[in-house]
């Protein structure tokens, strides 16, 4: 296994929930688009918006990957820390900008990386496609995740935790402002991506499957 493997972080699809449906053991109940802007639309949103996150991150930790392969020999552990600010385009339309510091630990011997890594998210006009509809979402709020690989796979939960206010308008009109606080935990073992958390005082949950390498 060389070194560059460890790098792997996945990132699944991203695909729209479909209004009406049920996640099982939701706590919430969705409800269609003909209603007011609910927690579980919301919550839809959230779920996608993580994609963008870890795409961003991915993109940062190569670039960490990079820098380390040339500064250090491939032999004991390496710690770095950088400061990043990056910019991607939002899934339909608008700017999602994160910032933040990662610290990153990696043991040559033994393949483990593991990171940690906090900031702000910030999307603006952030437009996210939901069905035959579309839901625009102006925030600035907190971020936290921890990674871990072995042999450059994912090993125990790899977590994801945001927190802040939020406001969300969608195309026909309906619009909501709230705080939120979530986490996201990808699980290689159970092979599952789930959100658990509170959005405008509704505890939510989604659980969608996720494997490593998607």
Known sequence: MTYKTWIGISVLAL???VAG???????VTPTGNDGALSASQMADVAMQSDLVTE?????ELRT???????DHPPTGTVTKEVTFSRTRPCPGDGTFHLEGTIRRTYNFDTHVMEAE????????????????MTITVNDSAHWETDRRRVDGLPDGPQTSHYYGSTSAVRSDGEERSCEYDITIVRNPDAHSRTLDGMICGTE????????HGE
């Open 64 to 70: 960490m990957d990079t820098s380390s392969a040339s």
């Open 204 to 211: 939510v949950h989604r659980s969608v499957t996720w494997s």
């Open 117 to 132: 890594s906090s900031g702000v998210r910030t999307r603006t006009d952030c437009v996210f496609p939901r069905g035959d």
């Open 55 to 59: 795409q961003i991150l991915e993109a």
């Open 15 to 17: 695909t729209p929930l």
């Open 21 to 27: 449906c049920s996640d099982g053991d939701g706590v």
